[in-house]
T-cell receptor, first 114, second 114 residues
């Protein structure tokens, strides 16, 4: 089944403790992206990647890092999480002609930073 | 800048009522337009899309027409069901340049009562 898989689904952590949310897609898509969803703000892009070793900032990149060492994986790294990063996170992917297809989204990771 | 504005919710309707959720956008060039749906506790699913002016996207009884002259992509359904209760997001994505960014509206929550 074609899908985007992210883990974990739920995570509670403490301020300052580094964490990684994994994301993998099995559709051989070039583009991958991370979004956060917050009440009243909708979804905002954190980072995206156009291909292996090519990443760029989205609208809200502060406090996050990403890497794209393999085409299928695009982990999101929070080096020193803070409570304002408590949010629902989505990973997504699309082929090179993304504007024809839109993104396919993972099931989400609900992160709570205390 | 690029943005999407959609009507604020929540929208509450009775079963079999007619649904319209308004969406307008600002974008450089001629973006592709999308409607995504998020059912409670789930990720985002692509509902329908349109990639050029005057295209009509349709799926599951929902329709939206790409109106370049009014920069709009309103979502409609002739007869809603309780199972349509969800949050609906309008979005656009450009070709080339910042193609990696799918720009979302803030979402409209729909509740359908029996």
């Amino acid at each position: 089944e074609a899908q985007v898989t992210q883990n974990p689904r739920y995570l509670i952590t403490v301020t300052g403790k580094k964490l990684t949310v994994t994301c993998s897609q099995n559709m051989n898509h070039e583009y991958m992206s991370w979004y956060r969803q917050d009440p009243g703000l909708g979804l905002r892009q954190i980072y995206y990647s156009m291909n292996v070793e090519v990443t760029d900032k989205g609208d809200v990149p502060e406090g996050y890092k990403v890497s794209r060492k393999e085409k299928r994986n695009f982990p999101l790294i929070l080096e020193s999480p803070s409570p304002n990063q408590t949010s629902l996170y989505f990973c997504a992917s699309t082929p090179r002609e993304g504007a024809n297809y839109g993104y396919t989204f993972g099931s989400g990771t609900r992160l709570t930073v205390v | 800048g690029n943005s999407v504005t959609q009507m604020e919710g929540p929208v509450t309707l009775s079963e079999e009522a007619f649904l319209t959720i308004n969406c307008t956008y600002t974008a450089t060039g001629y973006p592709s337009l999308f409607w995504y749906v998020q059912y409670p506790g789930e990720g985002l699913q692509l509902l329908l899309k349109a990639t050029k002016a005057d295209d009509k996207g349709s799926n599951k009884g929902f329709e939206a027409t790409y109106r370049k002259e009014t920069t709009s992509f309103h979502l409609e359904k002739g007869s809603v069901q309780v199972s349509d209760s969800a949050v609906y997001f309008c979005a656009h994505m450009n070709y080339g340049g910042s193609q990696g960014n799918l720009i979302f509206g803030k979402g409209t929550k729909l509740s359908v009562k029996p």
